[in-house]
């Protein structure tokens, strides 16, 4: 598996500042539920905010262990579990693979944009998607409980690029 990608260099955006915000959002979140954000956590959030590209656990895990910090998959998946749990992270079910959320610590649903040629993933902030579905769900007599949606495609950058 290869390491996670960095994210392109696109419009003059500094990627730096997406981790740097997410790391501070999980300290203050963890500080406020006073949560442990351990050493692991913190790296593992990292990595998954280095790229705008949903990044598999083993590829986490492989560069974990070049670090030293963690050897085996239950180690991953337990830092997974605790940043999903607390709305710091997604998970891409199609790719099996996590992406940064950017509305940490946030009750709402999860909806993505994801490009077929750069990979990179959109979340969207729709509450009028939620609420078509919520809607078509209900007259047909069913409750959703949880909503994530993956739309696949080209973005912008990649559009302008062919």
Known sequence: MKKP???????????????EDALSAAERLCAQKGLRFTP?????????????????????????RSEDLG??????YRALDFLIENGLIHRIEKMNAFVGCSHPGETH??????????????????????????SSASRRGFVPRDM????????????RQN
């Open 5 to 19: 990608a960095k994210a392109p260099a696109n419009n003059g955006h500094d990627h730096r500042h997406c981790v």
């Open 148 to 159: 994530t949606l993956e739309v696949t495609g080209l973005c912008g950058e990649c559009r």
């Open 109 to 134: 649903r999860g909806f993505f944009l994801i490009c077929n040629q750069c990979g990179n993933a959109e979340e969207l902030d729709s509450d009028s998607v939620a609420e078509a579905i919520t």
């Open 40 to 64: 692991l956590r913190r790296r593992v959030l990292e990595l998954v905010w280095s790229s705008h590209k949903p990044v598999g656990a083993y590829a986490l895990l492989d560069e974990l």
């Open 71 to 76: 050897s085996a998959p239950p180690t991953i």
